[in-house]
């Protein structure tokens, strides 16, 4: 496999390695360029359509092949299963690419298994990135409806990987107490934060670097309100949503953008009246800005964007990790979880024109943007890596 990963000087050589989902990558790329500016070296580990992103933040891209993803399945457990057939495949050209050029800490995706498997065989720290919860009790039942994590299919595969590789503790250890965690959101949204099982854990908020390479959005002059609407990366083939919030929320005096991916900007949603844009994608921190209320899956990244900017949220969840998104939102009052089935027009006009107005919610949303400015971001996650390599000096070459 070819490496397109070029040697530069750094304090230390940090890995990182990933999936091949925006909401994987996105959260992690203000951390990558932290540790940049502070002399450190980086390689990071994904496929070709992130290796601009990657670059961007002055990492080297170490690229592996993987076959087309497609929109996940809303079964969790399936998709978890595919995803382990991407680490699978990515192992021998991962292991080819860093062939002499042994790091001196991995970090990794929570399903970036590639990465604590090679590290165990290079002898170095791991630490594992989190854009979504951390273990706690009750996850496995929440996100994949089954008792116990070694049912999902394919990990008695996994399980044989990480006896081979000599990674103690098989899949339970590996994937529901890792030794260290950083996760992108702080501690109140963490669901059963007294339950988890991780080693150590810094909560240290989402990290949210230059965006420049999406392009910039500035709402017109006299927009009104401006509303937001996204589903995401991975469950955006809704057309039949998008027309359904286009009937809700477009009117005098509102500005409505909705961000629908490739697929349906390509078909189309039908004939949508002034006031309302449609868009493949959009840079969604400078619609969020000047949002008043986002419509959104309830993907962890796009709730922490929203609420990094002060906006309150509207949550219509596509499957079982965004539904757990959708009730923590409710249940510290930043916002309104509607279940996809009850997501009418007039349910959703409902719930917008609700949150515009309503003070407490607005109050919750400041309090949690003071907690996530509080978490301290990149840095706070860049001296976790740090005190890694420190306390692990033989690691380091």
């Known amino acids: 496999m070819e490496s397109t990963a070029v040697s530069m000087p750094g304090r230390a050589h940090v890995a990182v390695f990933n999936v091949p989902m925006a909401g994987h990558v996105m959260p992690t790329l203000g951390v990558v360029r932290e540790l940049v500016d502070r002399g450190h070296r980086v390689s990071y580990a994904v496929t070709r359509e992130f290796e601009s992103q990657v670059r961007a933040v002055g990492a080297e891209p170490v690229v592996y092949e993987a076959p087309p993803q497609g929109e996940a399945p809303e079964d969790m457990a399936q998709g978890v299963t595919g995803v382990l057939g991407v680490n699978l495949g990515a192992l021998p050209q991962l292991e080819a690419a860093y062939a002499g050029d042994r790091p001196d800490v991995v970090l990794y995706d929570v399903y970036a298994w590639a990465g604590p498997l090679l590290a165990a065989q290079w002898k170095i720290p791991v630490v594992q990135l989190a854009p979504t919860h951390i273990p706690y009790d009750g996850l496995v ?23 081979s590789f000599g990674v103690p503790g098989g899949v339970h250890a590996l994937t529901l107490s890792p030794p260290r965690c950083v996760a992108f959101f702080p501690k109140r949204f963490q669901r059963r934060a007294h339950t988890v099982a991780a080693g150590e854990v810094h909560w240290v908020g989402p990290v949210i670097g230059d965006r420049s390479f999406q392009g910039r959005w500035q709402a017109p002059e006299g927009a009104g309100q401006v509303v937001y609407v996204s589903l995401g990366s991975q469950f955006n083939r809704r057309p039949e949503f998008y027309r359904t919030c286009v009937e809700a929320l477009a009117g005098p005096g509102r500005h409505v953008v909705l961000s629908v991916g490739e697929e349906v900007a390509r078909t189309g949603i039908g004939p949508v009246p002034a006031g309302v844009e449609v868009h493949a994608g959009v840079p969604q921190m400078d619609v969020l800005a000047a949002a008043s209320v986002f419509v959104t899956h309830g993907g962890m990244g796009s709730v922490m964007e929203a609420l990094s900017v002060g906006v309150p949220m509207v949550v219509v969840p596509q499957m079982a990790e965004q539904r757990v998104n959708a009730e923590q939102v409710r249940d510290v009052g930043v916002g309104m979880y509607l279940p996809r089935e009850e997501a009418t027009a007039d349910a959703l006009r409902e719930a917008v024109l609700a949150l515009g107005s309503d003070e407490r919610v607005a109050g919750a949303v400041a309090r949690m943007r003071e907690e996530i400015e ?16 420190a306390d692990c000096p033989l690691a380091a070459r």
């Open 374 to 389: 509080a978490a301290g971001g990149a840095e706070v996650a860049a001296q976790v890596v740090e005190k890694v390599l």
């Open 141 to 163: 039942q929440d996100f994949f409806g089954l008792a116990d994590i070694s049912l999902i299919p394919g990990f008695p595969e996994l399980a044989q990987a990480l006896a």
